[in-house]
T-cell receptor
């Protein structure tokens, strides 16, 4: 089954404790992206990657890191989480053909609470 | 800069009625795509419909249609014969040809009343 998986689905942590949210897709997609969703703000793009070893900042990259060492994986790293990073996080992927009509496939989301 | 605006934070609609969710966009690019996603209370993001800037006809997918008015830069989602299961958050999004970013609106929460 074609899918995007994220782990963990729920996470409670404390300020400053490094964490990683994993994202994996099995569709051989080139484009992968991370979003955060906050009430009243919709989805905002954090980072995206057009291919292996190619990553770019989205609209809200501060406080986050990503890496793309393999095509299927795109982990999101919070080196020193703060309470304002409490949010619902989505990973998404698409073929990466740079066609505007590409549909993104979303993971199930990771709900993060930073105390 | 690209921007998506959804002006309706919430809507209440009687079951079986048609509903229109508003979306306006701003871009200086000529080539772009517009998307609508549905997010039910379970949280997943479900793709509904796509409209390309060069598409001459409005997109339709089952009960969903996109009312694309290019001159007004609007891409409203129309749901015909609404059902209780349509209660969800709806997001409008845009991608532009020269930029790899994808921009979402703030969403509209739709409530279908029995």
């Amino acid at each position: 089954e074609a899918q995007v998986t994220q782990n963990p689905r729920y996470l409670i942590t404390v300020t400053g404790k490094k964490l990683t949210v994993t994202c994996s897709q099995n569709m051989n997609h080139e484009y992968m992206s991370w979003y955060r969703q906050d009430p009243g703000l919709g989805l905002r793009q954090i980072y995206y990657s057009m291919n292996v070893e190619v990553t770019d900042k989205g609209d809200v990259p501060e406080g986050y890191k990503v890496s793309r060492k393999e095509k299927r994986n795109f982990p999101l790293i919070l080196e020193s989480p703060s309470p304002n990073q409490t949010s619902l996080y989505f990973c998404a992927s698409s073929e990466g053909s740079r066609e505007v009509k590409e549909t993104q496939y979303f993971g199930p989301g990771t709900r993060l609470l930073v105390l | 800069a690209q921007k998506i605006t959804q002006t309706q934070p919430g809507m209440f609609v009687q079951e079986k009625e048609a509903v229109t969710l508003d979306c306006t966009y701003d871009t200086s690019d000529q080539s772009y795509g517009l998307f609508w996603y549905k997010q039910p209370s379970s949280g997943e993001m479900i793709f509904l419909i796509y409209q390309g800037s060069y598409d001459e006809q409005n997109a339709t997918e089952g009960r969903y249609s996109l009312n694309f008015q290019k001159a007004r830069k609007s891409a409203n989602l129309v749901i015909s014969a609404s059902q209780l299961g349509d209660s969800a958050m709806y997001f409008c999004a845009m991608s532009v040809n020269r930029d790899d970013k994808i921009i979402f609106g703030k969403g509209t929460r739709l409530h279908i009343l029995p």
